[in-house]
């Protein structure tokens, strides 16, 4: 019948895969959706400082979407930072991975031997 049909269409609608599909749009600040993500990731590496030896021996640095700025810019000032502090070493090793061609014009403008970028490409 015509109502069975319709029924069936609409049931096709609804499990389709644009009707569950992701919306870029909740990947902004203050969306429940980055809300989750970083509780996430804030006890992602929680765990592996507490309970991986090899975590234990590195600084881990995390600014969410809570802390203000683009994500190049705050490692640019957290690296500035860092190479102002009196106890500064100068061969110290930094690992970014990131995507965007501006952090690694960015990383690259800073003049140290230790550094590497990783965005997928290398």
């Given amino acids: 019948s015509a109502l069975e049909a319709r029924i069936a269409k609409e049931n ?8 569950h599909s992701f919306d870029p749009c909740v990947i902004s600040p203050g969306t429940e959706f980055m809300e989750r993500l970083h509780r996430h990731i804030v006890t992602f590496v929680e765990n592996h400082v507490n309970h991986d030896a090899d975590w234990q021996c590195i600084d881990v640095i995390l600014s ?22 009196p106890n500064y070493r100068p061969n110290e090793r930094h690992c970014i991975y ?15 031997l230790n550094k590497a970028i990783n965005n997928n490409n290398n």
């Fill in 12 to 19: 096709l609608k609804d499990n389709s895969p644009e009707t």
């Fill in 64 to 85: 969410g979407h809570d802390c203000p700025g683009e994500g190049e810019h705050k490692i640019r000032e957290y690296m500035a930072y860092r190479r102002g502090l």
């Fill in 98 to 112: 990131g995507m965007d061609a501006d952090l690694e014009n960015l990383i690259l403008s800073f003049i140290s």
